[in-house]
């Protein structure tokens, strides 16, 4: 069982910016970000693999970066460049497949809230 412990909510002007880390209790292949806003579906912000490979949402691209530590088994989420449409519930998530990933991944953490003023 891999236990994910979030940091770095915040609220953010548009056009600024703010930094999600999230860090394991254990070691997993993908670690990332799903992000859910009120009435609307969960969507997949990110999500970067042990050997570094990333996936980004459309809706992120360019805009947002995911790194990874993998000594600390921490993920970082860096979101530039931040829109009132990023304002949402995050939720850093992990499984040990990407294809796992993507469909629903086995681990989740508490989500933070991320708030973007116009």
């Known amino acids: 069982q891999v236990q994910l412990v979030e940091s770095g909510r915040g609220l953010v002007q548009a056009g600024g910016s703010l930094r999600l880390s999230c860090a394991a209790s254990?070691?997993?292949?993908?670690m990332g970000w799903y992000r859910q806003a009120p009435g609307k579906q969960r969507e997949l912000v990110a999500y970067i693999t042990n050997g570094g490979s990333t996936n980004y949402g459309e809706s992120v691209k360019g805009r947002f970066t995911i790194s990874r530590e993998n000594a600390e088994m921490t993920v970082y989420l860096q979101m530039n460049s931040l829109k009132p449409e990023d304002t949402a519930i995050y939720y850093c998530?992990?499984?040990?497949?990407?294809?796992?990933?993507?469909?629903?991944?086995?681990?989740w953490g508490q989500g933070t809230q991320v708030t973007v003023s116009s």
């Open positions: 254990g070691s997993i292949n993908v």
């Open positions: 998530a992990a499984d040990n497949l990407r294809s796992g990933f993507r469909l629903h991944p086995d681990y």
